[in-house]
C-alpha cells in the first residue's frame, strides 16, 4: 500500500469516526431540546387549571392559587411566556421575576426593539369570581429564555464544531504517528550504521515507500557488513604477515648477526690477550670488544620487541600470564628503569586465542613504549579480566604520566596508537583513550581500554612464532 492510499484510506475512517461522534452530540442536544419544550407545554397545562380555579374559588383558597401562580413564574418553565396578574386596585399580585442574565447576553434584553415588541406581545383579560372580584391576567413575551435558547444552540453548535475537530485532529495526529512511526527505526539504524555496527535490519513495512528505503538500507548495510568483514579479516592477515615477518627478522639477526658478533667479541678478547705489551693495541682492542657487547645488548633487546618470550618447544606462544611476565620482567631489568610497572591478570577459566594472546601481547608492548618514552609515566598498571559473563577480555593500561589532551591528533602523529587502534578493531574490539581513573592511579594521566570478544575470534588463523628466543 502506498503512503497516500493508506493516509486517505485512514483520513475517510477518521472522518466517519468524528461525523458519528458530532451527531451523537448534536441528538444528546435535541433530545435536550425536546425536553425544555416538554417542560414549558408542562408548565402552561399547570397554569391554565389554576387560573379557572382562581375564578371558582374561595377567598380563602385564592392564596393558595396565588402562591401555585407564583412559583410556576418562578420555575422559568413556561418558555417563552411570564404570567402578570394584578386586582382590580392594580396591586400585582404575580408578577415576572428580574432578569437574571447580568452577562452580554442579558443586556439584550434592554434593546429598544425587544421592549417594544414585549409590550405589543402581550395578551390580556380579565377574571371575575363568584363574589366579585375581578383580576386582570397578561401574558407576556419572556426575552430571556428565546435569548437562553439561541445561547444554547450556539453553544451546542460550537460543542460539536470543537468536539469534531478535537476527534479529527487527534485521528488525523494517530494516522500520521502510525505512517511515520517507521522512521524511528530508520533513524535508529542509521545511527547505530554511523557507528560502523552494521547488524541493525529493518522489518518490513506496512507502506510501499517506507518498506522500499528499509529494503535499500538493509542492502547498504550488508553490503557494509561484508566489506568490514573482509576489512577485519585483511587486517588480522596484514598483522600475521607482520608477526611472520618479525619472527624471520628474529631469526636471521639471531643466528647470522648474533654469531659474527660472537665471532668479534672472541677476536678482540685473542687480541687483549696478545696485545699485553703493546698498551696502545691493548686500549683499542677493549674499546672493540667493549663495542660488541653493546651491540649484542642492543640486539638481544630488539630480539625481545620483534618475537615475544615466552615461546613454546613446538613454536607456540605461551599463556598472557606468562607472556606479559616475561615483559613486564624485561622492562625491570632495563638499565636505569625506574618506572614501576604493575601487572594483575584474571582471566578464570578463559583461554584467549593465540591471534589474541599475541594482539594482547603488543597492545601493552606499545603501551609501555608510550609511558616511557612520550609520557614520562612513574607508574603504569596493567589490567586483563573476562568480562563478568566470560564472553570477553578487558584490556588497559594506566599510567600516571602527562596525559593526552587531543586524542583526535595523538591519533594522527601517533603510530604507536594507530596501530593499537588497527589491533583492536581486527579483533572486534574499540580502543578508548581517556583520563586515567584516580581509583587506581595517585595522579591523573592516560588509560587505554579495550574490550574483546571471544565468540567471533576463531574466523582469523592464529599466529604461532616459530624458532627460539635469543639468550
Given at each position: 500500500?502506498?503512503?497516500?492510499?493508506?493516509?486517505?484510506?485512514?483520513?475517510?475512517?477518521?472522518?466517519a469516526a468524528c461525523l458519528c461522534c458530532a451527531l451523537a452530540v448534536a441528538l444528546w442536544l435535541a433530545v435536550r431540546a425536546v425536553g425544555d419544550e416538554r417542560r414549558g407545554a408542562d408548565a402552561m397545562a399547570q397554569l391554565i387549571p389554576r387560573l379557572s380555579a382562581l375564578q371558582m374559588a374561595a377567598p380563602a383558597e385564592r392564596e393558595a392559587h396565588l402562591a401555585a401562580l407564583r412559583a410556576i413564574n418562578a420555575s422559568a418553565r413556561m418558555r417563552h411566556l411570564w404570567l402578570h396578574l394584578e386586582d382590580a386596585t392594580g396591586?400585582?399580585?404575580?408578577?415576572?421575576?428580574?432578569?437574571?442574565?447580568?452577562?452580554?447576553?442579558?443586556?439584550?434584553?434592554?434593546?429598544?426593539?425587544?421592549?417594544?415588541?414585549?409590550?405589543?406581545?402581550?395578551?390580556?383579560?380579565?377574571?371575575?369570581?363568584?363574589?366579585?372580584?375581578?383580576?386582570?391576567?397578561?401574558?407576556?413575551?419572556?426575552?430571556?429564555?428565546?435569548?437562553?435558547?439561541?445561547?444554547?444552540?450556539?453553544?451546542?453548535?460550537?460543542?460539536?464544531?470543537?468536539?469534531?475537530?478535537?476527534?479529527?485532529?487527534?485521528?488525523?495526529?494517530?494516522?500520521?504517528?502510525?505512517?511515520?512511526?517507521?522512521?524511528?527505526?530508520?533513524?535508529?539504524?542509521?545511527?547505530?550504521?554511523?557507528?560502523?555496527?552494521?547488524?541493525?535490519?529493518?522489518?518490513?513495512?506496512?507502506?510501499?515507500?517506507?518498506?522500499?528505503?528499509?529494503?535499500?538500507?538493509?542492502?547498504?548495510?550488508?553490503?557494509?557488513?561484508?566489506?568490514?568483514?573482509?576489512?577485519?579479516?585483511?587486517?588480522?592477515?596484514?598483522?600475521?604477515?607482520?608477526?611472520?615477518?618479525?619472527?624471520?627478522?628474529?631469526?636471521?639477526?639471531?643466528?647470522?648477526?648474533?654469531?659474527?658478533?660472537?665471532?668479534?667479541?672472541?677476536?678482540?678478547?685473542?687480541?687483549?690477550?696478545?696485545?699485553?705489551?703493546?698498551?696502545?693495541?691493548?686500549?683499542?682492542?677493549?674499546?672493540?670488544?667493549?663495542?660488541?657487547?653493546?651491540?649484542?645488548?642492543?640486539?638481544?633487546?630488539?630480539?625481545?620487541?620483534?618475537?615475544?618470550?615466552?615461546?613454546?618447544?613446538?613454536?607456540?606462544?605461551?599463556?598472557?600470564?606468562?607472556?606479559?611476565?616475561?615483559?613486564?620482567?624485561?622492562?625491570?631489568?632495563?638499565?636505569?628503569?625506574?618506572?614501576?610497572?604493575?601487572?594483575?591478570?584474571?582471566?578464570?577459566?578463559?583461554?584467549?586465542?593465540?591471534?589474541?594472546?599475541?594482539?594482547?601481547?603488543?597492545?601493552?608492548?606499545?603501551?609501555?613504549?608510550?609511558?616511557?618514552?612520550?609520557?614520562?609515566?612513574?607508574?603504569?598498571?596493567?589490567?586483563?579480566?573476562?568480562?563478568?559473563?566470560?564472553?570477553?577480555?578487558?584490556?588497559?593500561?594506566?599510567?600516571?604520566?602527562?596525559?593526552?589532551?587531543?586524542?583526535?591528533?595523538?591519533?594522527?602523529?601517533?603510530?604507536?596508537?594507530?596501530?593499537?587502534?588497527?589491533?583492536?578493531?581486527?579483533?572486534?574490539?574499540?580502543?578508548?583513550?581517556?583520563?586515567?581513573?584516580?581509583?587506581?592511579?595517585?595522579?591523573?594521566?592516560?588509560?587505554?581500554?579495550?574490550?574483546?570478544?571471544?565468540?567471533?575470534?576463531?574466523?582469523?588463523?592464529?599466529?604461532?612464532?616459530?624458532?627460539?628466543?635469543?639468550?
Amino acid at each position: 500500500m502506498t503512503m497516500s492510499r493508506y493516509l486517505l484510506s485512514r483520513a475517510i475512517r477518521i472522518s466517519a469516526a468524528c461525523l458519528c461522534c458530532a451527531l451523537a452530540v448534536a441528538l444528546w442536544l435535541a433530545v435536550r431540546a425536546v425536553g425544555d419544550e416538554r417542560r414549558g407545554a408542562d408548565a402552561m397545562a399547570q397554569l391554565i387549571p389554576r387560573l379557572s380555579a382562581l375564578q371558582m374559588a374561595a377567598p380563602a383558597e385564592r392564596e393558595a392559587h396565588l402562591a401555585a401562580l407564583r412559583a410556576i413564574n418562578a420555575s422559568a418553565r413556561m418558555r417563552h411566556l411570564w404570567l402578570h396578574l394584578e386586582d382590580a386596585t392594580g396591586q400585582v399580585l404575580v408578577s415576572a421575576p428580574q432578569p437574571r442574565d447580568s452577562s452580554a447576553w442579558g443586556s439584550l434584553l434592554a434593546l429598544p426593539g425587544l421592549s417594544a415588541d414585549a409590550a405589543r406581545l402581550e395578551s390580556r383579560w380579565e377574571i371575575h369570581t363568584r363574589d366579585g372580584a375581578t383580576y386582570r391576567a397578561a401574558l407576556r413575551w419572556n426575552p430571556e429564555s428565546e435569548i437562553q435558547e439561541a445561547r444554547d444552540d450556539m453553544a451546542g453548535n460550537l460543542a460539536v464544531l470543537a468536539v469534531y475537530g478535537a476527534l479529527l485532529l487527534s485521528g488525523i495526529h494517530w494516522a500520521l504517528g502510525r505512517a511515520l512511526a517507521p522512521l524511528q527505526q530508520i533513524l535508529e539504524a542509521i545511527r547505530r550504521y554511523e557507528a560502523k555496527d552494521y547488524s541493525v535490519r529493518l522489518p518490513s513495512m506496512r507502506t510501499r515507500e517506507m518498506d522500499q528505503v528499509g529494503r535499500a538500507l538493509n542492502h547498504l548495510a550488508g553490503a557494509l557488513d561484508d566489506a568490514q568483514a573482509e576489512r577485519r579479516a585483511l587486517s588480522r592477515k596484514l598483522l600475521t604477515a607482520q608477526e611472520s615477518e618479525r619472527a624471520r627478522l628474529a631469526r636471521e639477526l639471531h643466528d647470522e648477526f648474533g654469531q659474527v658478533l660472537t665471532a668479534i667479541r672472541a677476536d678482540a678478547a685473542y687480541l687483549v690477550r696478545k696485545s699485553v705489551h703493546e698498551p696502545v693495541l691493548q686500549l683499542v682492542a677493549n674499546d672493540l670488544a667493549g663495542h660488541c657487547a653493546r651491540i649484542q645488548h642492543e640486539v638481544r633487546h630488539l630480539l625481545h620487541r620483534l618475537r615475544p618470550h615466552g615461546v613454546q618447544p613446538d613454536g607456540r606462544l605461551a599463556s598472557v600470564e606468562r607472556l606479559l611476565q616475561d615483559l613486564v620482567q624485561a622492562w625491570r631489568d632495563q638499565p636505569g628503569q625506574q618506572m614501576q610497572v604493575d601487572c594483575e591478570v584474571a582471566l578464570g577459566g578463559v583461554a584467549p586465542g593465540p591471534d589474541l594472546v599475541l594482539t594482547l601481547y603488543r597492545m601493552t608492548q606499545e603501551a609501555l613504549t608510550n609511558a616511557m618514552r612520550h609520557a614520562g609515566a612513574r607508574r603504569v598498571a596493567i589490567r586483563i579480566a573476562a568480562t563478568a559473563a566470560g564472553e570477553g577480555v578487558r584490556w588497559s593500561v594506566e599510567d600516571d604520566g602527562q596525559g593526552i589532551a587531543d586524542v583526535a591528533a595523538a591519533l594522527q602523529r601517533s603510530h604507536g596508537l594507530r596501530g593499537m587502534q588497527e589491533r583492536a578493531w581486527a579483533h572486534l574490539g574499540t580502543l578508548h583513550i581517556e583520563p586515567a581513573s584516580a581509583a587506581v592511579l595517585a595522579t591523573p594521566g592516560c588509560r587505554l581500554s579495550a574490550s574483546f570478544p571471544l565468540a567471533q575470534q576463531a574466523f582469523a588463523e592464529p599466529v604461532q612464532p616459530h624458532g627460539s628466543q635469543s639468550k
